[in-house]
């Protein structure tokens, strides 16, 4: 009779074999070690990022450029949206930046051209520059807001949420004349968080005339587009 020599030992199973696998070294390094490295990694760039991307949604960033400081946020300090009898305030990022993930980092991307416009043309470098430019500016502004039904002001102000009957009688009238003719924020409040340019009433009938022309099927009205013939 043939006996085992004391010295054998039985096949690791199934689990003990996958989990040498993984532990074992492979080359230099064992395949485990780069699964969990990657993962801590993959843990400390994502938090980094949102960190950085948080860091860019904040008025102290948005204002740590003078081209913004000296001109637009001057102006808006001296708005409602900045101090009111209620103490709820609208910063830089509640109107411009989405507060959903995807299309903030689209608008994070496309704001990138600020940083070329700062550090490279300095196009709106000076006051003069500023003002000079400022129509254009605007119509971008206008033109982003009413793509998105103005969804920016909407996370504050919705006209489901409205009572007309308690608001002044022309601002329940308009209201409710928007809501009748689909219209967005934006088509009426050109300037109410910064001074409305000279001739910003007319740009912005002119950027509506543009856009109906080349987009001819779809709704594209503002309020004097849409008043009434008297």
């Given amino acids: 009779m043939t006996e085992t020599p004391a010295t054998a030992t039985a096949r690791p199973g199934a689990l003990t074999r996958l989990w040498r696998f993984f532990w074992s070294p492979s080359g230099s390094i064992a395949l485990g070690v780069l699964l969990l490295g990657g993962f801590i990694a993959g843990i400390v760039f994502w938090g980094g990022f949102?960190?950085?991307?948080?860091m860019t949604n904040r008025e102290e960033?948005?204002?740590?450029?003078?081209?913004?400081?000296?001109?637009?946020?001057?102006e808006y300090k001296n708005t409602p949206h900045f101090q009111n009898h209620s103490g709820v305030r609208a910063t830089c990022p509640d109107c411009h930046v989405p507060k959903d993930w995807q299309h903030k980092i689209i608008r994070k991307i496309q704001a990138s051209q600020e940083l070329w416009g700062h550090f490279v043309t300095q196009s709106i470098w000076t006051p003069e520059k500023f003002q000079a430019k400022r129509i254009e500016l605007a119509k971008h502004e206008w033109a982003r807001m009413k793509s998105t039904d103005s969804r920016e002001c909407r996370n504050c102000h919705a006209f489901e949420f409205m009572d007309f009957t308690k608001q002044e009688t022309r601002a329940g009238k308009r209201h409710q004349f928007a809501v009748d003719n689909k219209m967005t924020c934006i088509d009426c409040h050109q300037g109410i968080a910064h001074r409305l340019p000279q001739g910003g009433?007319?740009?912005?009938?002119?950027?509506?005339?543009q856009q109906r022309s080349e987009a001819p099927a779809t709704?594209?009205?503002?309020?004097?587009?849409?008043?009434?013939?008297k």
């Fill in 50 to 54: 949102n960190w950085a991307l948080e």
């Fill in 61 to 74: 960033f948005c204002i740590s450029c003078h081209e913004m400081k000296d001109n637009v946020y001057a």
């Fill in 201 to 209: 009433k007319e740009a912005y009938e002119e950027m509506m005339k």
């Fill in 219 to 229: 709704e594209l009205k503002s309020y004097a587009a849409a008043l009434p013939a």
